[in-house]
Nanobody, 124 residues
Framework: VQLQASGGGLVQPGGSLRLSCTAS????????IGWFRQAPGKEREWISV????????DYVDSVKGRFTISRDIDENTVYLQMNSLKPEDTAVYYC??????????????????WGRGTQVTVSS
């Protein structure tokens, strides 16, 4: 099982990107999905989470009001809409999946499946 994040690219400050998380052999609607990012020389950082049933979402303070996580069951895709992007949002973004939502959902190792990331670069 492998998750695939896509949709990254180069965008100017203030711009928007929508990242997608897909899996060819996994029904994402039955999993907790999280997003993490890692900038060069920095530790991996939790960004957002959505639970099964989409009744709970959470965000790191630095992206609240700018990023939105959502799920499209028909497309078997989880999205991360990123608006008002800043240079400090530059990082490789990863999506991860877990079978249950625990109190450690901000921790990378709490998830069961990981995948390749997508590069987001915010620069003028």
């Amino acid at each position: 099982v492998q998750l695939q994040a896509s949709g990254g690219g180069l965008v100017q400050p203030g711009g928007s990107l929508r990242l997608s998380c897909t899996a060819s052999d996994l029904r994402l609607d039955i999993y907790v999905i999280g997003w993490f990012r890692q900038a060069p020389g920095k530790e991996r950082e939790w960004i957002s989470v959505i639970n099964r049933g989409d009744t709970f979402t959470d965000y790191v303070d630095s992206v609240k009001g700018r990023f939105t996580i959502s799920r499209d069951i028909d497309e078997n895709t989880v999205y991360l809409q990123m608006n008002s992007l800043k240079p400090e949002d530059t990082a490789v973004y990863y999506c991860v999946a877990a079978t249950v939502l625990s109190s450690y959902y901000r921790v990378w190792s709490d998830y069961d499946y990981w995948g390749r990331g997508t590069q987001v670069t915010v620069s003028s």
